[in-house]
């Protein structure tokens, strides 16, 4: 890890997720031979009676008809879980980080949806994973056997072994860090919304962003913006100073990454993500993703919400129906204008007023939206008569 000489955590304490377990796992070994167990269970009952596989990690939906992704998906879960212990403990080691006011408990246990198998490029090595902890102390075993190499002028360096890789460095260590431009590799992530970072000064910066303005002390000349440090400052600056122009349109990014997203998906006809099923291809592997599931012959997934029969072949439409009909600005639609009890869905708020209340009425009650957002009860459609049993 970039910083293990100033930050070594002591015995991990490693939850498992998978539905209502209660096991914590002491290492990654354990946590990780745990859930090959959980693994190994539910495809001995699943294989018997259906091809789909669903995640039963707390908070997740991902869904694949394919039992080397699920298996490759839930255990990004446990090394998901080991970067928020290592992101804990660093939090709780500096009492002047704020906490991270993006906590959702749905979605600190989000991770990324690819599911490909983890494949190490380094020359003359074919080794494939479908555990990342494995897989990242893999490449560190060909940093830690990497020899230094004598150039021309006398120097010694550590040379980079990667697929059309010609990188060269001063230090072992060096080598490593450059090694995860690679992999992709992250070293620890926020346990309040899960994000994952790739340094811990981009987790610091992450968590400082979270301050009330009228403590971030460092203010652009340019705009007024507040920043609570020097360094999130600087980085802010690049967008008043540093400008990449594309060569295809008048557009200009604020850095070179940008910049080729933009020309991938506004200039470039390249499609690299090919669907296996038919013969669309897409740009990123997100699109494919949703193009896939709506092959699915049979409606996957089902709303949550009580009373609610909404069901759909992808899990993007599943989403907007949720985002459509069941919240508002991200909050419930519906109050109760007696208690102030809020509802997710109007036949959940005219149960409530039925048993709770006790509305006696055999026509649909109506809702109207208040000032607040709000909708509530607003009689009964048809005329209908409401009367309260006392």
């Known amino acids: 890890m970039a910083f293990r000489k100033k930050f070594k955590p002591p015995e991990m304490a490693l939850p498992c997720e998978w539905e209502e377990c209660l096991f914590v796992g002491k290492c990654m070994e354990e946590l990780c031979n745990h859930i090959a167990e959980h693994l190994q269970e539910y495809m001995c009952c699943l294989l018997k009676e259906t091809a789909q596989f669903q995640c039963h990690w707390r908070g997740c939906e991902f869904l694949t008809t394919n039992a080397k992704e699920i298996a490759s998906h839930v255990n990004f879960h446990s090394y998901h879980t080991k970067l928020k212990f290592i992101g804990a403990q660093l939090r709780a080691s500096d009492q002047d980080l704020p906490e991270c006011s993006q906590k959702n408990t749905r979605d600190q246990n989000k991770i990324p949806e690819s599911t490909e198998i983890l494949a190490c490029f380094w020359e003359q090595c074919d080794a494939t994973f479908d555990n990342p902890e494995w897989f990242y102390r893999h490449i560190a075993i060909h940093a830690h056997c990497t020899e230094k190499e004598s150039l021309r002028n006398s120097k010694k360096t550590f040379s980079c072994y990667w697929k059309d890789c010609t990188g060269t460095f ?27 970072f790739s340094s811990k000064s981009s987790f610091l910066d992450h968590s400082r962003r979270q301050l009330p303005e009228h ?103 599943l989403r907007q129906h949720n985002k459509r009909i069941h919240k508002k600005n991200g909050i419930l639609k519906y109050r109760c204008h007696i208690c102030q009890k809020c509802f997710s869905w109007c036949y959940t708020l005219t149960l409530h007023l039925r048993k709770v209340h006790k509305f006696i009425c055999n026509s649909r009650f109506r809702y109207k939206e208040d000032d607040d957002g709000y909708l509530r009860f607003n009689g009964a459609m048809h005329d209908g008569v409401v009367m309260l049993q006392h």
Not at 170 to 196: D, F, I
Not at 236 to 261: E, G, Q
């Open 170 to 196: 001063q230090g072992r260590y060096k080598l490593w860090n450059h090694l995860r431009t690679h992999t992709g590799e992250k070293v620890l992530a926020c346990p309040s919304c899960g994000q994952m």
């Open 215 to 317: 403590q971030q002390l460092f203010v652009c000349q340019n705009c007024s913006k507040h920043f609570a440090s020097k360094r999130l400052l600087q980085s802010h600056m690049r967008i008043h100073v540093f400008r990449v122009a594309c060569s295809y349109c008048d557009l200009s990014c604020t850095s070179i990454s940008s910049l080729k997203v933009h020309i991938r998906f506004r200039h470039s006809d390249e499609r690299p993500f090919c669907c296996k099923t038919c013969s669309k291809s897409f740009k990123s592997t997100c699109d494919l993703h949703k193009h896939v599931e709506t092959h699915n012959s049979l409606a996957l997934y089902c709303c949550e919400v009580e009373g609610c029969l909404f069901t759909s072949r992808t899990l993007h439409n």
